[in-house]
């Protein structure tokens, strides 16, 4: 007879197997209800591309369970005289978690491997490559939440093992928690001896559920704080996440025994089950969690379990209709292969997505998608995990060794092959700065209708993305982890001359810096940078990247033209638009203006170019010339990313110390702006132009600059 208390394997994650019948304390409503959590993800994921809720309440469950058998060691089935330390003994607990969790945690990584490589653009063989090994060795939430904050991985398209981050964190917490139950144990052992009191099973719950909470509350405390400054990286936050499965901890512990009426036993279980199922619909937990929002999945969670459990039930009553629902054997066998489910439906979705070069699927794709999810899930639970995990009943011993020789060997081959990705993607270096112009004649197969031949482009698709602006490679270029009153700078072009142009803003300006520096080396003017991404020269509007606003772009810009104030450069070189917000083309927002009114109002002289057309986040022109396709269907209509008529032409007059740029016509044809003009890549990412594409622009820029400054 198993109880939550001693089943090992209800430790953790969704891979629980149901209970053949409702023995004695055996609770068959939280596999049912594991059931419900993995339908939630699953089906929020392929059909509405939203957070469910579905993980939180994996996370409480797997503290409630593992948490719940720790002290069962430890209070119930050991005398007080068996140190703290023996009855955990970390050793077989980490191997049952071992044999449960990485079998087929590991078949689905050789898998993923092995669609990478059929189906994935080689451009993303190597970061994929990394989030294999991210994933496999349990801190793919950390490298998740770190590349969020990367400027130069910020483009990476949805991941096909993104949904791991849970399983990463669940594996830091069982770690973390077996750690710190040893610690305590082998203080409360020695203070034991001379404190008799310390052997009583309830002041051990007490100083174990006090130790839970004081965590869980700092751990509640700084997802709360950590969601207003930085959500993206508080989402994988494994501090920030903590709280969750605590708080399932900390019901173990503290499992209130108060008996209540059946009718309101009943309506408390609805109400919890109608929050679980919905909160995904009034909750946008991407944005929310883990911070205060995702109290309502987790309550629900835990409210589920207490009027389930027998310390709610009055003498003689049974199970509530709700826990009865959720023990239905369809449910429960949901909930039996809720693990593999999880691990198979997501890599499917994403990868059916990148064949079939679509955003999001139908309800027919859809119902597809999970169809072969569930064979998946089912066929890994019954021939992977049960017999790795329970020694017995999965087959013969033979059976077990070959199985575990196959696994073996698809590791080891997945293990070479990332290996060889992120060495190949480590070692790969473009090498374009001396390219044939009459073979690579770039943008001057617009501007001057030059010859375009036959010959391969450059960079090469897989190399486009590494195709970055020379201070990149010097680090001159302020990053958003930097402090607001941080100008990184970088001098170019002649070091020595005495006339200076200012290149100043953020990667739209940057990326001039590898033509500017040739012109300046070629005519004796030097280029001093004041660059950092995503912070174009700016006074009241506060950008928004990657999900988290960025006040210190605001900083940054005041101290920027206090600084130029002092500098006096002889010229400013910056941007004059941005794409539109709402809508196609672009425009010169406000804040351009109140910056240029700045430059006018000094004096200063300012050279302004137009932004580069952007082409849609879902379609990175490398990756899609990786795959096969066209130049002319992997850029975007030049209707819709820039507007008809220049914007600055309406505002020039007002600013006669400016000169404004406009080299769409480099860039774009009458209608289409595509992938590769002139045999050279246009794009690094979807709105960066390679460094290789900017060098192109020499002939056109290094004329318009001799025309603004007459300095030769």
């Known amino acids: 007879m198993r109880t939550p208390m001693t089943d090992e394997k209800s430790v953790a994650t969704p891979n629980e197997d149901a209970a053949t019948g409702n023995t004695s304390g055996y609770r068959l409503d939280l596999d049912g209800l594991r059931g419900i959590a993995i339908a939630l993800v699953a089906i929020f994921h392929v059909w509405f591309g939203r957070v469910s809720g579905g993980v939180d309440v994996f996370l409480t469950l797997s503290g409630y369970f593992f948490v719940a058998s720790l002290l069962k060691h430890v209070i119930a089935t050991q005398p007080a005289s068996v140190s703290w330390n023996r009855a955990i003994n970390p050793g077989p607990r980490l191997w049952r978690l071992f044999r449960r969790l990485i079998p087929a945690l590991f078949l689905v990584l050789a898998v993923v491997t092995l669609l990478i490589a059929l189906v994935m653009p080689k451009t993303r063989w190597g970061p994929l490559g990394a989030e294999v090994q991210a994933s496999a060795l349990y801190y793919q939430n950390w490298h998740l939440a770190f590349q969020s904050q990367d400027y ?374 030097r280029i001093k940078t004041y660059l950092r991404v995503g912070c174009a020269l700016t006074t009241s509007h506060v950008y928004t990247w990657f999900g988290r606003k960025y006040p210190e772009c605001n900083e940054w810009s005041r101290r920027v033209m206090a600084q130029l104030a002092v500098d006096k450069p002889d010229v400013v070189f910056t941007n004059s638009t941005r794409p539109a917000e709402e809508g196609p083309g672009d425009y010169v927002p406000s804040d351009y203006e109140e910056i240029f009114a700045q430059f006018r109002d000094r004096g200063q002289r300012v050279i302004a170019l137009r932004d580069n057309p952007w082409v849609s986040a879902k379609l990175k022109p490398p990756e899609c010339l990786a795959t096969g396709r066209k130049p002319q269907v992997c850029g975007v209509d030049r209707d819709r990313a820039m507007s008809p008529v220049d914007p600055t032409i309406a505002i020039a007059g007002k600013y006669p110390n400016m000169t404004f740029l406009d080299y769409t016509d480099g860039i774009c044809n009458d209608t289409y702006c595509p992938a590769v003009v002139g045999n050279i890549v246009v794009y690094r990412d979807f709105h960066h132009l390679t460094a290789t594409y900017i060098r192109s622009f020499i002939p056109q820029l290094e004329t318009d600059l001799q025309r603004s400054l007459r300095w030769w």
């Open 152 to 525: 130069a991985a910020a483009d990476s398209a949805i991941s096909p093992m993104q949904h791991l981050w849970s399983m990463s964190m669940q594996g830091q917490f069982f770690v973390i928690t077996m750690v710190c139950a040893l610690l305590l144990g082998g203080l409360l052992k020695a203070l034991a001896r001379r404190f008799e009191v310390l052997r009583r099973p309830t002041v051990i719950r007490g100083i174990v559920g006090g130790t839970l909470a004081v965590v869980a509350l700092f751990s509640l405390a700084w997802a709360q704080y950590r969601h207003g400054i930085n959500q993206p990286f508080n989402y994988y936050d494994t501090v920030a996440r903590l709280w969750e499965p605590l708080a399932g901890g900390l019901l173990a512990v503290w499992m209130p025994r108060l008996a209540l009426p059946q009718r309101l036993r009943t309506w408390l279980g609805v109400g919890a089950l109608l929050l679980i199922v919905t909160c995904g619909w009034w909750i946008v937990g991407v944005a929310q969690y883990p911070a205060a929002w995702a109290l309502v999945p987790v309550g629900a969670t835990l409210l589920l379990i207490w009027v389930g459990s027998p310390q709610t039930a009055a003498t003689a009553t049974g199970p509530t209709p709700t826990s009865r629902a959720l023990a239905h054997p369809r449910l429960v066998w949901l909930g039996s292969i809720a693990y593999a489910l999880y691990l198979w439906h997501w890599p499917l979705l994403i990868f059916y997505l990148n064949w079939r070069y679509q955003d999001d699927v139908s309800w027919l794709e859809g119902t597809g998608i999970l169809a072969v999810s569930l064979v998946l899930a089912w066929a890994t639970t019954r021939f992977v995990e049960a017999p790795l995990r329970s020694g017995r009943g999965g087959g013969s011993k033979q059976y077990r060794r070959i199985l575990v020789l196959a696994l073996v060997a698809a590791t080891v081959v997945s293990a070479a092959t990332v290996t060889i990705w992120q060495r190949d993607a480590a070692n790969a270096t473009v090498d374009t700065l001396n390219l044939d112009p009459r073979l690579y004649p770039g943008a001057r197969a617009y501007l001057y209708d030059a010859g375009v031949p036959n010959v391969p482009m450059q960079p090469s698709p897989e190399l486009a993305p590494k195709d970055w602006p020379i201070t990149w490679e010097d680090s001159v270029t302020g990053q958003f982890t930097d402090a607001p009153d941080r100008i990184r700078s970088g001098v170019y072009g002649d070091p020595t001359a005495t006339r200076t142009i200012a290149l100043v803003g953020g990667s739209h300006a940057d990326q001039w810096i590898d033509a500017l520096n040739i012109i300046g080396q070629r005519y004796h003017f």
